[in-house]
């Protein structure tokens, strides 16, 4: 049986058992792993997700050195050094140190995924260097984070984007939802001259909730393509976020 590529366009689609003992990749473009890919190349030490606030602060008060960073309602928290934005986390803020990070969805999917033998944080600015880790994977499930529970149409391009650059250089089986997001990514990567990865992603829900909190620069950042090469994973007995 050939390997399978299968997305779930939100965490609550994908159990646990389903995820169990495969390959996942965690999507969140807008924007906590497009900020945890920035946070690493940046030298930070690794990175502590976690589902509350209170979870985050008490983590943090144990580490010495750590930072916390992370939004709600995509804004910093009250309290926190820093908020998600991939520009904050520069190398003379962050390199060497450990962040604790939590986030109103991408830590929620992350913790959807701890059953998986390998947890994978993919975005648009390590599109190249993910593929390339998953390209001896058996079973390859891609769980985009969405927003608020509701699908994210920049979370289903960077899927199919992953989706496609895979079958066209194996042979892959795909569930119903990779072949969706395929579709869309094929349709859009076609018409990029024309309208910009970046326009697309301003149009999404997500695009938009970064817009009216005045963070327009975090879009483009996050639709720059293989910015990186280099591949975050999440390892489920430390629960922390280390470079490849």
Known sequence: MPPTIYVHLLPELASEETLAGSTAVVIDVLRATTTIVHMLAAGADHVSPCISIEDAKEKASLIDGALLGG????????????????????????????????????????????????????????????????????????????????????????????????????????????????????????????????????????GRNVLAIGLENDIQIAATLDKFDLVPELDAESWEIRLR
């Open 71 to 206: 939004e709600r309602g995509g804004v910093r928290i009250d309290g926190f050094d820093l908020g998600n934005s991939p520009t904050e986390y520069s190398r003379d803020i962050v390199a060497g140190h450990p962040v604790i990070f939590t986030t109103t969805n991408g830590t929620k999917a992350m913790q959807r995924c701890q059953r998986a033998s390998r947890i994978l944080i993919g975005a648009f600015v390590n599109l190249s260097a993910v593929c390339r880790e998953l390209s001896d994977a058996e079973n390859v499930h891609l769980v985009c984070a969405g927003t608020a529970g509701e699908v994210t149409r920049e979370d289903v391009l960077l899927a199919g984007a992953i989706v496609d650059l895979m079958t066209a250089t194996g042979q892959w089986e795909v569930n119903d939802a990779a072949q969706i997001a395929a579709d869309a990514w094929r349709t859009a990567q076609e018409n990029l001259v024309a309208v910009p990865l970046v326009e697309r992603l301003q149009k999404s829900r997500g």
